[in-house]
C-alpha cells in the first residue's frame, strides 16, 4: 500500500482564520479522497479529488468552505476556510488502490477551532 | 439515503474470546465491503475486504458477507487486548469515484 503523509499533524486556529492541510503520497494514484471525522462519529467524506479536474464535493460540502487542490499525482491540499468551532475535526486524506477500490488512510489532521 | 449501520457499542469480550463485530448496509447493489480498525488517535486501517457472498479469512480474522440479508461482519477469533478499537464498516455503494460509506463503528474492549 501507499505510504501517505499529512501536514500538519494537528494545529489549533482561531475563528475565521483558513488552514491548509497537505496530503502527499510516496507514489502516483488516481483518486484522492477528504474525510472529516467529527468526535465520536464515523467519517464523512467531503470530496473526491482528481488530478487535473475540480474536485467533486459530497452533499453539504460547498468549495467557498473547503477548496482542494490537485496540482498532480502524488499531492493534494485542503484548505478550511473561514473557521469556527464547529470545524473542529479530524481531517484524514485517502488514496485508491489503483487496482480495486480499497482506500488507505493518511495519519489524519486534529483541527481544533478557538 | 444511502446508510451503513453499526452498533457503537462498547463490546466487550474476556481475552481468548470470539468477538463478533456486526453491520447492515441499505443498498441492495452494493459491491464492496471492507473493515477498517482505528486506535483511539490514529487513523483507520484496513484490515479485510470481501466482494462475495461467503466467507474470508486472514489469520485470525473472518469476514463473512450475505448479500441477500445485506449484512456483513467480522469475527475475531482468540482476540487480545491489543485487539481493543473501534471498527469500521465500509460500503462501496456504486456512488462512482469509489465512494465508500462508512459505518459509525463498533468500538471493541477485550478484557484480559
Known amino acids: 500500500s501507499a505510504v501517505i503523509s499529512q501536514k500538519p499533524s494537528r494545529d489549533i486556529c482561531q475563528r475565521g482564520t483558513s488552514l491548509t492541510i497537505q496530503c502527499q503520497v510516496d507514489s502516483q494514484v488516481t483518486m484522492m479522497f477528504w474525510y472529516r471525522q467529527q468526535p465520536g462519529q464515523s467519517l464523512t467524506l467531503i470530496a473526491t479529488a482528481n488530478q487535473g479536474s475540480e474536485a467533486t464535493y459530497e452533499s453539504g460540502f460547498v468549495i467557498d468552505k473547503f477548496p482542494i487542490s490537485r496540482p498532480n499525482l502524488t499531492f493534494s491540499t485542503l484548505t478550511v476556510s473561514n473557521m469556527s468551532p464547529e470545524d473542529s475535526s479530524i481531517y484524514l486524506c485517502?488514496?485508491?488502490?489503483?487496482?480495486?477500490?480499497?482506500?488507505?488512510f493518511g495519519p489524519g489532521t486534529r483541527l481544533t477551532v478557538l | 439515503q444511502k446508510e451503513v449501520e453499526q452498533n457503537s457499542g462498547p463490546l466487550s469480550v474476556p481475552e481468548g474470546a470470539i468477538a463478533s463485530l456486526n453491520c447492515t448496509y441499505s443498498?441492495?447493489?452494493?459491491?464492496?465491503f471492507f473493515w477498517y480498525r482505528q486506535y483511539s488517535g490514529k487513523s483507520p486501517e484496513l484490515i479485510m475486504s470481501i466482494y462475495s457472498n461467503g466467507d474470508k479469512e486472514d489469520g485470525r480474522f473472518t469476514a463473512q458477507l450475505n448479500k441477500a440479508s445485506q449484512y456483513v461482519s467480522l469475527l475475531i477469533r482468540d482476540s487480545q487486548p491489543s485487539d481493543s478499537a473501534t471498527y469500521l464498516c465500509a460500503v462501496n455503494m456504486g456512488g462512482g469515484y469509489q465512494k465508500v460509506t462508512f459505518g459509525i463503528g463498533t468500538k471493541l474492549q477485550v478484557i484480559p
Open positions: 443498498d441492495r447493489g452494493s459491491q464492496s
Open positions: 485517502s488514496v485508491d488502490s489503483g487496482s480495486t477500490d480499497t482506500q488507505y
